[in-house]
Every structure is written in structure tokens, then in C-alpha cells.
């Protein structure tokens, strides 16, 4: 979807550097969220954000923060990554917190080697 | 914590044939929806469900919610190669939550 972009595509990067992943969107949406999938696992929840500097955590944040400066940036941190960060991460948009659906970004596969 | 379960995680069924997966909750859902996935690709939002016995139709997709808002259904009807992805459940247990997805079922059509 046009309205919701996620840089880089792809990132292999090595155990113990830190990464950042950016989510930009265009439709002034309220509502962002970062989610990684794996197999067996879904989409689970990292982090979301419910409005500029108002974040909180998901079901799986540990590892992982979070920063919302403006309305259309929510960035993602692997503040020290691990192999088990290894997955496709996406970030998603939505207006009124989940109903009506979420838009999804492209994702990111991010490799921890 | 609330979870979300679909059925079966796996299906492979001949172009044409229809298709069916379930999703189940264990607790009183606000509302439903449901995502494809295509292989390599992002969800995409297909449709929400909020009435108790709800049912909706896109085309030869039928989607239901149960009576009791604990489960869900998504069918197929005449399978086609363009149906293959996952599809994906996803709940929410108040209208204040944060919506919860299902493993996803994964469908392969047989040309």
C-alpha cells in the first residue's frame, strides 16, 4: 500500500549491533505498530504507538524499543540484535486503533548472523 | 492471555474444490477480521465481522462469526490458483484491545 513505506527491504547485520527499522506513513493515521512473523508463530506484536511519543509494549518487546517523534515516523531498535531477531518484521497503520483494520507495510527481512 | 487458534494450519486442495478454515477464540471476541498473506507478500485486510452470527460474502468468499463471538469461519467456494496464501484470523477482545492474530491457515491450490 502507497500510504505506508518500511526501509530498509533487507538488512543482514551481526550479533551485538544495534539496528533501526523505519516505518513512514502518509495517511496521518494515529495508530502504529511494529510485528515480526514467524513460522509457527503469526504476527506477534512488538510495540505500538497510540500517538507522537506515546508508545507501549506488545507481546514480545524484549530486546526491542521504540521511538515516535512525529506523527508519520515510528522507528523500531534492536538495541543489541540477536539470531533470534532473524525474521521479517512489519509495521502496520490504522485510524482507530484496530478497527476497521490494519494497512500493512512491505516488511523488512532482517537477517542476525 | 486471550489466544486465537485457526484450523488446520496446512491445506493443499485441488483448483476448484472449496475451502474452509476456522478460527476459534478462547474468550468473547468484540470483533473479528480477516487477512490473506500471499506467499512473499504483506496481510492485507479482507473484511471485519462484529454482529453475533454475522455473515458476510465477497464473492466467492463467505465469512462468518459465531453465535457466541468465540469463533469464525472463512470458505472458498471453487478454489482458485490466485486463493493461495495464508489467511489469517484476527480478534479483539474489547474495543479498547489490541487486536490478536491467529498461526494463519496456509492454502496451496492444485492447478
Known amino acids: 500500500d502507497a500510504g505506508i513505506t518500511q526501509s530498509p527491504r533487507h538488512k543482514v547485520t551481526e550479533t551485538g549491533t544495534p539496528v533501526t527499522l523505519r516505518c513512514h506513513q502518509t495517511?496521518?493515521?494515529?495508530?502504529m505498530y511494529w510485528y515480526r512473523q514467524d513460522p509457527g508463530h503469526g504476527l506477534r506484536l512488538i510495540h505500538y504507538s497510540y500517538g507522537v511519543k506515546d508508545t507501549d509494549k506488545g507481546e514480545v518487546s524484549d530486546g526491542y524499543s521504540v521511538s515516535r517523534s512525529k506523527t508519520e515516523d515510528f522507528l523500531l531498535t534492536l538495541e543489541s540484535a540477536t539470531s533470534s531477531q532473524t525474521s521479517v518484521y512489519f509495521c502496520a497503520i490504522s485510524d482507530l486503533g484496530g478497527h476497521y483494520g490494519y494497512t500493512f507495510g512491505s516488511g523488512t527481512r532482517l537477517t542476525v548472523v | 492471555g486471550q489466544q486465537v487458534m485457526q484450523i488446520p494450519q496446512y491445506q493443499h486442495v485441488q483448483e476448484g474444490e472449496d475451502f474452509t478454515t476456522y478460527c476459534n477464540s478462547s474468550t468473547t471476541l468484540s470483533n473479528i477480521q480477516w487477512y490473506k498473506q500471499r506467499p512473499g507478500g504483506h496481510p492485507v485486510f479482507l473484511i471485519q465481522l462484529v454482529k453475533s452470527g454475522e455473515v458476510k460474502k465477497q464473492k466467492r468468499l463467505t465469512f462468518q462469526f459465531g453465535e457466541a463471538k468465540k469463533n469464525s469461519s472463512l470458505h472458498i467456494t471453487a478454489t482458485q490458483t490466485t486463493d493461495v496464501g495464508t489467511y489469517f484470523c484476527?480478534?479483539?477482545?474489547?474495543?479498547?484491545?489490541?487486536?490478536?492474530f491467529g498461526p494463519g491457515t496456509s492454502l496451496s491450490v492444485i492447478p
Open positions: 495517511e496521518n493515521h494515529r495508530y
Open positions: 484476527a480478534g479483539m477482545k474489547t474495543s479498547y484491545d489490541k487486536v490478536i
